[in-house]
């Protein structure tokens, strides 16, 4: 079992910048990568960031230049820092861990930008 715990989300005007955190417990050992998700309201969820377990990533094009993820040196956090936010990025930002045996997912931080 691998838990997940994020935070960080906020309500912030465009321009300007959140860093997520997502805390992952358990069974961290068998987590393969970890990825950023989030949910527009009324959309479909979608992979925003990837990072592999040999630090490699990968952003969607709608968030490059702009979305960073990282790993923290203890190895069992991951960052998502989002600078030049869009009234777009809005929505529930989800972390997920993709597993040996499966996926786990934690409860979502709410991301809202203003206009």
């Known amino acids: 079992q691998v838990q997940l715990v994020e935070s960080g989300g906020g309500l912030v005007q465009a321009g300007g910048s959140l860093r997520l955190s997502c805390a992952a417990s358990g069974s961290i050992f068998s987590i393969n990568t970890m990825n950023w998700y989030r949910q527009a309201p009324g959309k479909q969820r979608e992979l925003v960031a990837s990072?592999?377990?040999?630090?490699?990533?990968n952003v969607v094009d709608s968030v490059k230049g702009r979305f960073t993820i990282s790993r923290g040196s203890a190895n069992n956090t991951v960052y998502l820092q989002m600078n030049s936010l869009k009234p777009e990025d809005t929505g529930l930002y989800y972390c997920?861990?993709?597993?040996?045996?499966?996926?786990?997912w934690g409860q979502g931080t709410q991301v809202t930008v203003s206009s």
């Open positions: 997920n861990a993709d597993c040996d045996w499966g996926y786990y």
């Open positions: 990072i592999s377990t040999s630090d490699s990533t």
